[in-house]
């Protein structure tokens, strides 16, 4: 059965967190009992923070701001408007499959990101996709641009990943994103110096998820070639969103 997807709500039609997280459950449950196809939600959130399990008292936002624990692995991070989440709800062939499984997700927004001419990537010892820096002291830091937090519950996946499209900065300045402190964050519209929203992006993101399905299902085997990025699972802890 082909994958399929759902535009929950895209700007200015944003989704409440916890509206959203609602129907993750709702279908996560269908799909678990054969009632409902593989899907994918993609939409916005209303500006807000959520904290993985292994969030840290200093890591939370150092205003006071509310956040929403959440039951993925990882830190803390921010979701809001101008920023792409996708929340695939897929049976697993193999609930083992867990890693070949994000390495297909960054592997989608990775080939979207070709499109506005930057090279997305994954750095060792840290998950979701990234824009290197310079290497240089005090010269271009890597930037994270897509951020990736899962859960699986009987073989079936919930959470996703999220995309900064047009989205605001300024939140991240007031956490420690994804644990790590030594990094930036960025966005399609901060790197090419244009506005693009969601909405642009939208269409090419179900385009590159429909051509992995097999991939994310782990029906075929993901295949690494060399220079695709990839990094040992063992590898990649650091500020992981897992």
């Not at 959440?70 to 803390?76: A, C, E, T």
């Not at 300045?173 to 090419?192: F, K, R």
């Not at 929203?197 to 097999?214: K, Q």
Request: charged residues 20%; hydrophobic residues 40%.
């Amino acid at each position: 059965m082909a994958l399929e997807f759902t535009r929950v709500g895209l700007a200015p039609h944003y989704v409440d967190y916890l509206a959203g997280w609602d129907l993750q459950r709702q279908l996560h449950r269908a799909v678990l009992e054969d009632n409902a196809p593989n899907r994918v939600l993609l939409l916005e959130h209303h500006p807000v923070y959520t904290a993985g399990r292994r969030t840290e008292p200093h890591e939370r936002p150092f205003d006071g701001t509310p956040v929403v624990n959440v039951d993925r692995g990882g830190k803390l991070t921010w979701h809001g408007p101008g920023q792409l989440v996708g929340y695939p709800i897929l049976k697993l062939a193999d609930p083992a499959h867990i890693r070949a499984y994000v390495d297909a997700l960054e592997a989608a927004v990775i080939a979207v990101l070709r499109d506005y001419g930057l090279a997305g990537t994954r750095i060792e010892g840290r998950s979701g996709v990234w824009l290197p820096g310079d290497g240089q002291p005090f010269g271009v830091p890597d930037r994270k641009i897509a951020a990736v937090g899962i859960r699986v519950d009987h073989g079936v996946t919930m959470h996703g990943f999220s995309l900064n499209c047009s989205n605001d900065l300024a939140p991240y300045s007031q956490i420690i994103a994804c644990g790590i402190t030594d990094a930036g964050t960025t966005s399609i519209s901060a790197e090419t110096g244009r506005t693009v929203t969601p909405a642009d992006v939208v269409a090419r993101v179900e385009e590159e998820l429909t051509a992995r399905e097999a991939d994310l299902t782990g029906t075929t085997t993901v295949k690494i070639t060399p220079g695709s990025g990839a990094i040992p699972a063992a590898s990649r802890p650091k500020g992981a969103l897992l």
